[in-house]
């Protein structure tokens, strides 16, 4: 759970709620600072990307999305009579969800989740969302985490955007950098910020296709259809759990 100085997006998300938009910045270990409108995580159904409502055609039963920002994912298959519940180690962000109507939001970190929390047939990483893994060996340990907290048909839908697609020129540099380095597959070190808030530093993982089925190698999940973007270097993923 982020502190209270530490919980940067959650601030921005509430701001937006107030004020109709907040810009929040992600800084990056290399000195570089972007900052981005979080307009997209209050974005209705109509304006999501098609890639993502295609990979939500394959929800099945009880749903734990992870990392739930704002629960745009939560309030749509709520709306849908899914049974559903989102986690984000931001308390502001999940007061959010609550204020918008999420029934079930909980402050909660990925590395939490056990057997006691409940069973579910889906899990959700969307929104790049696979990048909560952080690393390879982290990665893979949190992956054989939620093998041990789904149903036997369960399935992971994984969003990574391929850092090796990308037309961003630092993005690009920062890229190759990482791989003269050695490091395989990418983890962007990074924090997010907004205001006087910062969350500690963290890795974010990035994956191509190739990479993801790496990752999740030895895992106890194997990948399925690839639901692919028409317009940016994201694909989904879904990861069916080995028999």
């Not at 981005?36 to 995580?41: D, E, K, L």
């Not at 049974?83 to 308390?91: A, N, Q, R």
Request: with cysteine; proline share 4%.
């Amino acid at each position: 759970m982020l502190a209270p100085h530490e919980d940067a997006l959650g601030n921005a998300l509430q701001d937006y709620l107030k004020f109709g938009e907040a810009i929040a910045m992600l800084e990056w270990d290399d000195g570089y600072i972007e900052g981005y409108s979080v307009a997209p995580y209050f974005s209705p159904y109509d304006s999501w990307p098609e890639h993502e409502k295609e990979a939500l055609q394959r929800v099945r039963g009880n749903v734990l999305d992870i990392g739930c920002g704002s629960g745009r994912h939560l309030l749509f298959l709520q709306e849908q009579g899914v049974e559903c519940t989102g986690i984000d180690i931001s308390p502001k962000a999940i007061e959010v969800c609550k204020k918008r109507g999420v029934k079930r939001a909980i402050v909660m970190g990925i590395e939490e989740i056990d057997k006691e929390f409940g069973i579910f047939d889906t899990i959700l990483l969307l929104g790049n969302n696979f990048g909560l893994l952080q690393n390879m060996q982290q990665g893979k340990a949190i992956l054989r985490q939620l093998y041990e907290i789904t149903s036997p048909n369960g399935i992971i839908l994984a969003q990574s955007l391929d850092p090796h697609q990308t037309r961003d020129e630092h993005h690009k540099r920062y890229v190759e950098t990482k791989q003269k380095r050695g490091q395989f597959p990418i983890a962007v070190r990074m924090r997010s910020r907004y205001l006087q808030y910062a969350t500690p530093w963290f890795d974010y993982l990035m994956v191509s296709i190739e990479e993801m089925k790496q990752v999740i190698k030895n895992t106890g999940w194997e990948m399925g259809e690839i639901i692919r973007s028409n317009r940016s270097p994201m694909f989904v993923g879904v990861l069916n759990k080995k028999k």
